[in-house]
């Protein structure tokens, strides 16, 4: 399983970014996705999560009307659209499947607003 984040930088607040996750070593389409976040010194949490089916999802309170997830399996990628940032969404960001009971991590994508 591999998953290759890419999208994140250097953003105004207000502004937007649109990351990207590029999954392979598995049936993309078969498995549930989520975008974390992680600041340094403290816990990763979770920020979106999409179906399989890409029907249904979930957001965390802070992020909800700002983010969008959304996922493309014909190119076994999922997406975060981000929207109006804040300086609080300053993170790496980290694709996540569950595959076998395991989970499996990207690098991740940093992600800094500031002005």
């Known amino acids: 399983v591999q998953l290759v984040e890419s999208g994140g930088g250097l953003v105004q607040p207000g502004g937007s970014l649109r990351l990207s996750c590029v999954a392979s070593?598995?049936?993309?389409?078969?498995?549930?996705m989520r975008w974390y976040r992680q600041l340094p010194g403290k816990e990763r949490e979770l920020v979106a999560y999409?179906?399989?089916?890409?029907?249904?999802?979930l957001y965390t309170d802070s992020v909800k009307g700002r983010f969008t997830i959304s996922r493309d399996n014909a190119k076994a990628a999922v997406y975060l659209q981000m929207n109006s940032l804040k300086a609080e969404d300053t993170a790496v960001y980290y694709c996540?499947?569950?595959?076998?009971?395991?989970?499996?991590w990207g690098r991740g994508t940093q992600v800094t607003v500031s002005s």
């Open positions: 996540n499947v569950v595959v076998g009971f395991r989970d499996y």
């Open positions: 999409i179906n399989s089916a890409g029907g249904s999802t």
């Open positions: 070593g598995f049936t993309f389409s078969n498995y549930n």
